[in-house]
Nanobody, 124 residues
C-alpha cells in the first residue's frame, strides 16, 4: 500500500506565506514526477506545480514567481512554498505522485497516487 499525506494548510492573510508538505509512504520502489494540484470551490482542479525526478520544475502562470516546489528524494517528500498569497489562492491543495510500488513478490506496478488534500484559505 502507498499513501500520500499532505500537511501545512490553514488560514493566512493576503500577502502571507504557507509551506505545504506531502509525504509518501509504503512499498515504494521509485517516485517519478510529483505534483501539486488545487481545486477552488466551484472550479475545476488545476495543476499548480510539478517537479520531475531529476528536479525540473514547472508552474502555473497564476503562481509563477510566488511559488517554489521542491522535493527530498531520500524522504519521499515534496513541498510547496507559497508566498504573497492572494484570496484567489484559496483552495484544497492535493499532492499527486507517479509511483512505482511493490504489489506482490517480484511484482511492481506504476500509477499515480493522490493525497486527501489540505485546505488553504487566504483572507483579504
Amino acid at each position: 500500500q502507498v499513501q500520500l499525506v499532505e500537511s501545512g494548510g490553514g488560514l493566512v492573510q493576503a500577502g502571507g506565506s504557507l509551506r505545504l508538505s506531502c509525504a509518501a509512504s509504503g512499498s515504494i520502489v521509485s517516485i517519478n514526477a510529483m505534483r501539486w494540484y488545487r481545486q477552488a470551490p466551484g472550479k475545476q482542479r488545476e495543476l499548480v506545480a510539478a517537479i520531475t525526478g531529476g528536479g525540473s520544475t514547472n508552474y502555473a502562470d497564476s503562481v509563477k514567481g510566488r511559488t517554489t516546489i521542491s522535493r527530498d528524494n531520500a524522504k519521499n517528500t515534496v513541498s510547496l512554498q507559497m508566498n504573497s498569497l492572494k484570496p484567489e489562492d484559496t483552495a484544497v491543495y492535493s499532492c499527486n505522485a507517479a509511483i512505482v510500488a511493490i504489489v506482490g513478490p517480484g511484482l511492481y506496478y506504476a500509477r499515480d497516487y493522490w493525497g486527501p488534500g489540505t485546505l488553504v484559505t487566504v483572507s483579504s
